[in-house]
């Protein structure tokens, strides 16, 4: 069982910081990419953020030069430095992770999801 707990949501103004964690934990062998994600009601799921286990970052355009993405592989940590908020990234985040298992020798590859941490940004 894998698991992953995010935290660090709640209300900014606009201009203000949050910032976002998300913990892995369970039979983890490793794990490859780490992202955030966010959705409205009725909308998508989309991408704001993902980083490799070696570093290299991919950023939606909305948010570049605002969010920051880093990873701790020894904790299993994923986080989101989020500046400059704006009211447009009001949204339910997600924390996204391909988590390699290893079970009786074989090894795959499984997604797994947080359960979403509510960020709202007033104006």
């Known amino acids: 069982q894998v698991q992953l707990v995010e935290s660090g949501g709640g209300l900014a103004q606009a201009g203000g910081s949050l910032r976002l964690s998300c913990v892995a934990s369970?039979?983890?062998?490793?794990?490859?990419?780490m992202g955030w994600y966010r959705q409205a009601p009725g909308k998508q799921r989309e991408l704001v953020a993902d980083?490799?286990?070696?570093?290299?970052?991919n950023y939606a355009d909305s948010v570049k030069g605002r969010f920051t993405i880093s990873r701790d592989n020894a904790k299993n940590t994923v986080y989101l430095e989020m500046n400059t908020l704006q009211p447009e990234d009001t949204d339910v985040y997600y924390c996204?992770?391909?988590?390699?298992?290893?079970?009786?020798?074989?090894?795959?590859?499984?997604?797994?999801w947080g359960q979403g941490t509510q960020v709202t940004v007033a104006s």
């Open positions: 996204n992770a391909g988590v390699v298992l290893r079970t009786f020798g074989i090894v795959r590859e499984r997604d797994y």
């Open positions: 980083i490799t286990r070696g570093g290299k970052t």
């Open positions: 369970g039979s983890i062998f490793s794990i490859n990419s």
